[in-house]
């Protein structure tokens, strides 16, 4: 232990670790919302699937060797989601793209970037959103990948199945033929997700593994095939990259960058898999060592949290009489189940999910209806994250609506303005320092203060412990984007409280 | 029709309806509470049970002679639930049972005051939270039940099955021997709860009915059966009747009250089918004409609510894809389900149950747990219902509490104190007439008032509209209990918000 623990300590400098973090998780719905996606949610282990996938890499790789793949519109709150992970935070990078095209291009603008920064660089490519909770022998595998990725192969990792799953593709690899480094495997196809006969006669074979979509590969290899196998993919990122890289001050050149939009937005929609994996000739695969799950559905919690002498797991505020083989999922609301059987009940404040497991992976077409009838309840949750805090509306009701905020210690609000609303605020917990136009005053725990609409303001915590406050909102108009910022200690000059 | 309702116009000065409402109704958790047992829940028909049966028999007899039949820490609160029925209201009798004891005591205990009152009167006796929705056909059957009882039969009503239903007991009729009056039917026997098979036999053998526990009598003649079979119960019920009625003086005075406490509650726990209807040779069964349910879980809504297509009961905030036979009730939160199959799903602001149907009836181990873990989730709702009108718990924190508050037009709530609490109230609507000590002053939409702990205060609604407060609680103790009242337009002053 003590020996990996050791090899494993002196960070690669031309490794880069690329977490693939777009995805909007609609399958965890309603723990998962547009604005929380699967990536950002603790579902498994000790912090949230993004956070953990961060820490597994971080000291294999430098951290400023952490590139983060997601959308323009997720970065910032990811920005925010990692600030936690302190130091190591603000040393990653982000790789935006200008809009969701799946992972081929997401991985070639990426690849873009880096040839560009360290052409003999090494990338190992990861979804933000799976399980592996066994991380020194991820990091022994990756070992054996980067061996595989410098001799200038394609690198896939495939996990030996424990069940007959439908839910995922599979690698046939071929065990009799040697490879140049010892360990890897030959792949001979990736085959589709199987029925449920075929899963059971792939589970009974040894060639046969799970797709796990963990790539290693050297940046400037995956470029040339890209450049075989996806020509018009390849012309396209090129052009970009001459886009990007013709002028030091492009970052700053709308007309430059609303091209740069244009074109990756036409870029083909496909995966690395279906468009690389299954055309090269270059790839091995590394049959893991390491427990995995990618997480598809509710039901996949089944492999990877322990469960009670009724095969249950209960999260939550739960009572439970006689159930089996369920997942109860509850919040601060108690959840009363009885005599349940493969049942799925996932419950947040503003929505209720139930449905037996094996129907859990349609979860997203709830979320489709939701889309569809112009409802909220996709999109964010009742309690939404800022970097200064986090606030909690309580009730929305005909002309009012109440929020509960919470302060960081030594955090402030933007400067702002409601033309519509007023506010009330009652501090319940610490201490208030309230900016109203040009007075600055203290408000304390069960004091009060009111903001009239058209009213600068300013709401911080001066204190060293948290400030909590009940905000009553009145007007004829109470949605988050009546706001005007005057100045804002993280760069938010938008409408977006 | 016409010639019907003209018949039932004549309201009957001697019939007296005797409704008992004492029940918990802890099936119907977490919908009914303790303080909102079944018979104050609207779940069939337009209004809740209790109003529905008042109804049902008001007009048939006048509304003086509808007497309630309830536990005393009940009593208040369904006089508040019944205000709603105007005129009505005020003129129907109370009888307060010291405590539950089944139903043969509290129909014992009725029919001694009753037959001092009236000595002639003839008891129709129902219970509160059933649902029979043919109000006519109901009427008509009673007619000829007071035909019955007025001859000196125990008079009870048969309900012809229309399945093998194992949740009710049996009344085994016998169809050809004649009686004194046309239509009623010999009883041979009472029988308990079947098993399926032999409810099975019983349902294809028409001389066997449901047991309604609907009963009609002369009240002597219930007296005089009482004395012969329960005798013990007998001399209690006179022993109390010469407490009650020894003195006019006797309701005030607290010696006398208490004696009549102890008495009641050693009285034998036994409910009027078993210890008198089975054991009599007086009786006879009105073969009911009507529909009837007595409600006994979630899952008999399944006969009295029409269903949607896929067999499913919808009610509420419900989004559902492809379940069948299923029954949701949501409430203003939204209850997400797919591919559910005989099912239960009751959605409550603090609790929520999930429960297959055929498991419905054992809801009460959930309530059992929540009692002996000493939570508050089977006691009240979270929105509780008052004379002056209701109030919401929006949450309660570590040092805070928040509640919406609506009062109805004209209405005020006590001049009081809180010893351990100071509140802040922003109102959201409407405009409130306060009382602080030796002040008094109106408080708009839009504008905040604040009351100190320790401070005289009153909240009153002096407009036509309703008024709606946000009121933030602090302080080291917030439970309802810190009250201290001083006046009362609705006579409480114990320590009840």
């Not at 880069?16 to 603790?42: D, H």
């Not at 396209?236 to 492009?250: A, C, K, P, Q």
Request: net charge positive; with cysteine.
């Amino acid at each position: 232990m003590t020996l990996r623990r050791s090899r494993h300590n002196n960070p690669r400098p031309n490794i880069y670790a690329i977490i693939l973090a777009g995805g909007s998780g609609v399958r965890f719905w309603p723990l998962s919302r547009e604005s929380s996606p699967k990536q950002m949610l603790q579902i498994v282990g000790g912090d949230t699937l993004l956070r953990q996938t961060i820490q597994r890499i971080n000291g294999f790789v430098p951290p400023e060797n952490i590139w983060i793949v997601t959308t323009e519109d997720k970065a910032q709150d990811i920005r925010f989601h990692i600030e936690s992970l302190r130091s190591i935070a603000e040393k990653i990078q982000f790789i935006k793209e200008p809009s969701g095209r799946n992972t081929a291009p997401a991985i070639g603008l990426t690849a873009i970037y880096l040839h560009r920064l360290s052409p003999e660089s090494v990338m190992v490519v990861m979804p933000s959103d799976h399980a592996i909770p066994e991380k020194e022998n991820f990091l022994s595998d990756l070992e054996l990948a980067i061996q595989g990725a410098k001799k200038n192969y394609l690198i896939t990792f495939g996990i030996k199945p424990s069940r007959p799953e439908t839910g995922y593709g599979y690698i046939k690899a071929n065990r009799s033929s040697k490879t140049e480094v010892k360990g890897l495997l030959k792949v001979k196809c990736f085959v589709e997700k199987p029925d449920l006969e075929t899963a059971k006669t792939y589970l009974s074979d040894d060639s046969y593994f799970w797709n796990s979509g963990i790539f290693v590969w050297k940046t400037s290899k995956i470029l040339s095939e890209i450049e075989k196998h996806l020509p018009s993919l390849y012309k396209t990122l090129r052009e970009i990259e001459g886009l990007l890289f013709s002028d030091l001050n492009v970052r700053n050149d709308p007309n430059i960058l609303n091209r740069f939009k244009d074109r990756y937005s036409c870029l083909e929609n496909i995966s690395i898999d279906y468009g690389i994996m299954e055309r090269s000739h270059k790839t091995l695969m590394v049959p893991a060592t390491f427990q995995w799950s990618d997480l598809g559905s509710w039901s996949a919690l089944d492999e990877m949290i322990v469960k009670d002498d009724g095969g249950n797991i209960l999260r939550g505020n739960t009572i439970d009489i006689g159930s089996q083989d369920s997942i109860i999922f509850a919040g601060e609301r108690l959840i009363a189940t009885l005599g349940l059987k493969d049942m799925v009940v996932v419950d947040t404040p503003d929505a209720t999910l139930v449905t037996p497991k094996k129907r859990a992976q349609e979860v997203r077409k709830i979320v489709e209806v939701l889309k569809r009838s112009g409802r909220e309840e996709h999109l964010i949750h009742k309690t939404v994250e800022r970097p200064w805090g986090s606030y909690t509306v309580l009730e929305k009701g005909q002309g009012y609506k109440i929020k509960r905020v919470v302060i960081k210690p030594k955090a402030k609000l933007s400067l702002q303005l409601h033309k519509r609303r007023s506010e009330h605020w009652v501090v319940v917990a610490g201490e208030a320092r309230v900016t109203k136009e040009d007075q600055t005053y203290l408000v304390r725990t069960n004091e009060s203060t009111y903001i009239p609409k058209q009213t600068r303001h300013r709401l911080e915590n001066p204190a060293d412990a948290p400030l909590q406050i009940i905000e009553v909102q009145n007007g004829d108009y109470l949605e988050e984007d009546d706001i005007e910022r005057f100045d804002d200690d993280y760069g938010r000059l938008t409408n977006d409280q």
